[in-house]
């Protein structure tokens, strides 16, 4: 691994890194879509709640559940915007500000998703091998994100001290 890291400064290393996390961030989002957005998964489910809720028969409106749907991917939709944009600010402070918490948070991250997602990859694997090699493909981008953090180390600014 030292050899890989020895080809990066900080400047080249934050660059590949914020790289491997938006390639992160945006194939988990895109997974989640996919998952969440299909609609015959979610007609099937519905019509199991209802079979489990008699009393509900004929209250409900006979296009409750197109409209259901459409709640739901507009949330599903709304929650992936506002994720990859508080991601893709954390990710620049970290890059020009230098902001610890920035650091912090990518960091956490990182050692989070890293192992999660190369969990998910082999656990996937045999079902679907596509998807398999994806996570793990996304863990470990996010832990060369991880380790390479801790290679490289950040001067942190000076703090003023306050006399009494």
């Not at 994720?83 to 948070?105: A, D, E, P, Q, T």
Request: aromatic share 14%.
């Amino acid at each position: 691994m030292d050899k890989i890291y020895a080809q990066f400064n900080l400047e080249s290393f934050k660059k590949a890194a914020i790289g491997a996390l938006l390639f992160g961030d945006i194939a988990i989002f895109a997974y989640i879509y996919v998952k969440f957005s299909n609609k015959e998964n979610f007609e099937n489910i519905m019509s199991v709640v209802l079979k489990s809720m008699p009393e509900t028969g004929g209250q409900l409106p006979s296009d409750f559940s197109a409209q259901l749907y459409t709640l739901m991917m507009n949330f599903l939709i709304t929650l992936i915007i506002l994720v990859m944009i508080y991601h893709v600010f954390v990710y620049y402070l970290w890059s020009k500000k230098n902001k610890g918490l920035s650091r912090g948070y990518v960091t956490v991250y990182a050692w989070t998703a890293g192992p999660l997602c190369a969990l998910s990859g082999l656990i996937e694997l045999p079902k679907s091998p596509l998807n398999g090699l994806l996570f793990l493909a996304i863990g470990a981008a996010y832990l060369f994100v991880a380790i390479g953090l801790s290679q490289f180390q950040e001067s942190r600014p000076s703090r003023k001290k306050v006399g009494l």
